[in-house]
C-alpha cells in the first residue's frame, strides 16, 4: 500500500530511486541536487538497499561509471545540476549511442557567468541534442511517479536510452510535499528486474563503442534517432500501466481549463501550479485564458500540441532559458516551428521568465495572459521577451 | 641438427610455451608496423586470461582495434570517451560487483582493466583515474606510454621527453623543444598507496606478464606504467622497437621497477655502467636536433631521477 508522507522532493526523489532496487550510484554532489546524493547515500549506509555507491570526483566522472555500470548490466541512477550537466555533457552523446538505460535526476539550475545556483532551466537546454529521454516534473508526486517509471521505460528492449527527469532546483528540489510513496511490492510488480540486451562480460564478450566512420555514422545517428522517436509509444504504455495501479495520469502534455480559451499560457515544469492560479483567478473574471503543461520535451510531443492548442488564437510560451541570439526561448522556437505547416496556426509570445531563481508571481502570470490577449489582434514586435526585466 | 640456444633464447622459449594461447587481440588490427604498444597489449592480455574487462578510452589502441563494423577484440571491451578509463573502469567494476553479489551474474572474479595512452592518463584521464585509485577498485590500470599525442599527429602530452620534438613543442630555433621533464606517473601512483605500481616495457616480456599476473592477483586498484615505442612518432625504424625499449632501460631513463606494498625493487639488472643517453636519443629523429651540450644536460637529470629512485630501492621498508 501507498503511504501519504510529507517529505523533501530530493528525499523522495532518493527514495524513489532505492524502491526500484538500483544496482549501482554514481552521484556527485552540487546545490540543488545534493540532497539527492546525501540521502541515497545515506539509504545505502545503512543497508537498506544492496547498491554500490560511487563518491566519484566529478560529474563527469559520475555520468562515465554510471555508464560503465550500466554496460555490465547494472541498473544504474545519478543526478546532477547546472555546470555538472554541462560537465557530463561530452559523455550524454554516447550514453544514448551506446543505448545505456541510465536514470538522471535533474535539480534544474542557472548556468554559471554569473555564477548562480537557483532555478530555471538553462542546463537541460544546454543538453537537449543528447539523445536523451527528457521528462519534466512539476511537483513532489511526480517526481517519485516520473523517477520510477523511467526505469521501466529506459529499460524497455524497444527504447534503451538513458533519461533525465528534470525538477525545478529549490523551487522543487527543497520543498517539502506531501506525497504518496509507494511501496516496495507495489514497484516490484511495476518494476521487474532489468534484463539487458548486451553486457560487458567474458561470457560473452562484445566490442561496446567502436568507431564509426563516414559510411555508417548517419546511420548510427538514423538509429538513435529513430529510437527516441519511437520510445514515445512506451511512454505512453507506461503511463497507461501506471494510471491503472497507482491511479495517477499522466500525459506528454497536460491542459488546465482550455475549453474555451482564446490564450493558452504555455509552462514547463513546477511554474504550472502558480499558471493555474493564475489561471483560475482570470477564468473567474470571465478572462479567456487556459494552459498547457508540458510534461514530455524529448520526444517532443508534436501530435498532442496540435491537438491541445485547438482553438486557441494566442499561445504564450513561457521560457526559463534564452537563447543567446536566437529565435528566442527553446520551448517557444520548438512549438512556433511545430505549428508552422497548422493552417489554423495561432500566434505565438514568448516571455522568458524565472531566470537564475527570479520569482514568478500569480500576477505575473496574469500580466502575460492579458498581455497575450492584445496578441490576438495585434502582434508584438519582437518574437519574444525577456519579461519583467530591469531596462537598467 | 641441434641449435644451440643462448640463455636469454631459452628463456625466451620458456615463456612462449608456459603462455595462454589464445588471442585476445586479433591479427588485422590497423597499428603501425613496429607498434610497441600493441604488441605489449597482446602479452599483456595473454597474463590476464579469459576473465578480464577492458576500458579502452580515445587513443591509438582504441582506434587501431575498433573500427565498426569490425573488432580485433576477443574480451569484453567497452570505449566510452577520452577523458574517462579511469571513471568507466570504476563503474565497470562496480557493476560486476554488485551484480555479482545478488547472485545476477556467475559467482567468479572478472578482473576489470583499463588501457589508456599516456595522454588518456597524465593529461585529460588524471582527474578520473586518481579518482578511481582513491576509491580501492578491485581494477588494473596500464598506461601505454609512447609519449605523446601520437594518434593524432605526434602533440605533446606530461609524458613526452624533455626537449622531444613533437608537433605542438616543436625544435625551433629559439626553443628546441618541449619544455617540460616527463611527468612521473609511477611515483603519483605510489602516492595513492596503492598496493602494486609497477613499470614495464614489452621488450622485456617475461617481466611485463610476470607484473601484469601479479597486479591481477591484487584484490584493489594497481598501476602499470608501459613504456611503449612508437616508431611513428619517434621517428625511429620500425625494427628498432625492441632494441630501444631495452636501451630505454639500460640508460636508467625508463628504469623497469616494482613497488609492492610500498617496497621498491629494480625487476631487471641493470649494468653498473649504465648506457649513456646519446646511444638512446641518437638513434630517435624526434632528438636529432639537439646538441651535444643540451644531450648533456638530459643525461645529468637522467642521473639525478636515477638515483632518486635507487635511493627508494636501497631504504624503502614494506608498508606492514
Redesign the interface.
Known sequence: MSKRVGMEVTTACAEAAALCRI??A?VYPITPQSHIAEHLSSIVADGRI???Y?????E???L???????????R?FTATASQGLIFMQ??MP?TSS?RLPVVMAIANRAVSGPINIWNDHSDIMHTRDCGWISIFAQNGQEVVDMTIQAFKIAEHRDVLLPININLDGFQLSHMVEPVEMPDQEEVDRFLP?YKPYAT??????????????PD?FAEAMMAKNSAIVNSKKVILDVWKEWKKLFGRKYEPIESYKTEGAKVLLVTMGSMGETAEIAVDEMREKGVPVGLLKIKLWRPFPFDELKKAIKGASVLAVTDRAVSFGGPGGPLFSEIRSALYDDPARPAVVNYIIGLGGRDVSVKDFIDMGKRALKAESKRPKEAYELFGVRAS | MTVKLSKNQKDIVKIVKGMDKAEYISAGHRACQGCGEVLAIRLMCKALG????I?NPTGCM??IS??????A?????????F??A??????????????R??G???DRR?KTVCFAGDGGTVDIGF??L??AM??GHDMIYVCLDNEAYMNTGIQRSGATPFMASATTAPAGSAIPGNRTWKKNMAEIMVGHNLPYVATCCPSYPEDMMNKIRKAREVVGPSYIHCLAVCPTGWRSTSETCIELGRVAHETGFFPLYEVENGVYRITVDIPEKRTPMDEYLKVQGRFRHLTPEQRAIIQNRVDVEFNKLMNKVNHSVPWV
Open positions: 544496482d549501482v554514481s544492496d547498491a554500490e560511487l563518491t566519484v570526483e566529478s563527469h566522472s559520475a562515465s561509471a554510471a555508464m560503465g555500470a550500466s554496460a555490465t548490466g547494472a544504474t561530452e559523455v554516447i551506446l528486474e560487458l562480460h567474458p561470457d560473452r564478450p562484445i566490442t561496446m563503442g567502436a568507431l564509426g566512420m555508417m | 579469459k576473465d578480464t574487462v576500458s582504441e582506434v575498433a573500427i565498426y563494423p569490425t573488432t577484440w576477443n574480451l569484453p571491451w567497452i570505449h566510452v570517451g577523458p574517462n579511469g571513471s568507466v573502469g570504476s563503474g565497470v567494476e562496480a557493476g560486476l560487483k554488485a551484480l553479489r545478488k545476477k551474474i556467475a572478472v582527474q578520473a586518481s579518482g582513491e576509491r
